[in-house]
């Protein structure tokens, strides 16, 4: 059940936008996303639940669409520090499936 | 509160030693997960604990690889005799299991432990 992401990789300037998706090719009830910067540990961003709620985190806000089976994560007016690999990840089976990550690299 | 901790944060063996990780849940987390992450990869899931209970196993291969979560103390994952694929970050994850809604529960996970086998 691993999601598939896309795109694979992302280059963008300081404060402008971009959106990665991640997608399932079965029913979702939950998407969790985390980055994760070089050698570092993932850390949780949010999750978004079955009905279509959007949450956020900073300026990076995300929208889940059951019936497409994806999630979007919107990264607005992009700082440095979002630099970093993006990670969805679904749940089943006792065991959070991770995609293959989002690289997303912002610079001046 | 702390974090999810992990050590070493390196380990260095040679082909057919013994490799000992350890992982301490944030306080209140009776749920740890442990993580295999390559290089230029995702996690991929290895097994499931409770306390003093192995809940699922199924990612993590049957030889050499053993997880144990006892009463007191932290988790260990054991990888005896290892070889140079077993090279790869190890990361743990713990959860408080609020409730029964597994698929709402977050995972936090530890800084990881980067094994690297000579």
């Known amino acids: 059940q691993q999601p598939v992401q896309s795109p694979q990789a992302v280059i963008l300037r300081e404060g402008e936008d971009a959106v990665i998706n991640c997608s399932s090719s079965?029913?979702?009830?939950?998407v969790h996303w985390y980055r994760q910067k070089h050698g570092e540990a993932p850390v949780f961003l949010m999750i978004?639940?079955?009905?279509?709620e959007q949450k956020g985190h900073e300026k990076i806000s995300a929208s889940f669409n059951e019936k497409k089976q994806q999630s979007s994560l919107y990264l607005t007016a992009s700082q440095l520090s979002y630099s970093g690999t993006y990670f969805c990840?679904?749940?089943?089976?006792?065991?959070?499936?991770f995609g293959k990550g989002n690289q997303v690299v912002v610079i001046p | 509160n702390a974090g999810v901790m992990q050590n070493p944060r390196h380990l260095v063996r040679r082909r057919g030693q013994e490799a000992r990780l350890r992982c301490s849940p944030m306080?209140?987390?009776?749920?740890v997960y442990w993580y295999r992450q390559l290089p230029e990869e995702g996690l991929k899931f290895m097994v499931y604990?409770?306390?003093?209970?192995?809940?699922?196993e199924s990612g993590m291969p049957k030889e050499r690889f053993s997880a144990e979560f006892p009463k007191e103390g932290p988790s260990i994952l054991r990888i005896q005799q290892v070889v140079r694929g077993d090279s790869a970050a190890y990361f743990c994850?713990?959860?408080?299991?609020?409730?029964?809604?597994?698929?709402?529960?977050?995972?936090?996970f530890g800084p990881g432990t980067r094994l690297t086998v000579l």
């Open positions: 978004l639940l079955k009905g279509g």
């Open positions: 990840a679904l749940y089943g089976n006792n065991r959070l499936a």
């Open positions: 604990l409770q306390k003093e209970n192995i809940i699922d």
């Open positions: 306080k209140g987390h009776s749920h």
């Open positions: 994850a713990s959860s408080p299991m609020v409730g029964t809604a597994k698929n709402t529960d977050t995972q936090y």
């Open positions: 079965k029913a979702l009830y939950s």
